[in-house]
Nanobody
Framework: QVHLVESGGGLVQPGGSLRLSCEASEFTLDYYAIGWFRQAPGKEREGISC????????YYADSVKGRFTITRDKAKNTVYLQMNSLKLEDTAVYYCATQGIFCAALTTGTMTSNEYDHWGQGTQVTVSS
């Protein structure tokens, strides 16, 4: 059973930072490409970043490029999403998910939800003054 848990969400002012974590206790995240998605109220789920398994190549959507950074800590079996310079429009529930070993978005240029197999329950990020 693949079980992902996101954490690190919260309330932050515009311009602030948060670091989200994606953890798994029953399996090794290293074997998977891990993607981060977000969904704001009334909007479709948006794929924002992905890190591949073997070479750790990364993908970022234009909406977060230059502000967000995805990394792995193999010793902690955790994938992080460092979010800096947060904006009001970053408010959403953030999810992590697994996808094979390679981020397909590095080839296709976009992240698609149905390409991802296992999902966490999400963590709320609210950017507000």
């Amino acid at each position: 059973q693949v079980h992902l848990v996101e954490s690190g969400g919260g309330l932050v002012q515009p311009g602030g930072s948060l670091r989200l974590s994606c953890e798994a206790s029953e399996f090794t995240l290293d074997y998977y490409a891990i993607g981060w998605f977000r969904q704001a109220p009334g909007k479709e789920r948006e794929g924002i970043s992905c890190i591949s398994s073997e070479d750790e190549s990364t993908y970022y959507a234009d909406s977060v490029k230059g502000r967000f950074t995805i990394t792995r800590d193999k010793a902690k079996n955790t994938v992080y999403l460092q979010m800096n310079s947060l904006k009001l429009e970053d408010t959403a529930v953030y999810y992590c998910a697994t996808q094979g070993i390679f981020c397909a978005a590095l080839t296709t240029g976009t992240m698609t939800s149905n390409e991802y197999d296992h999902w966490g329950q999400g963590t709320q990020v609210t950017v507000s003054s």
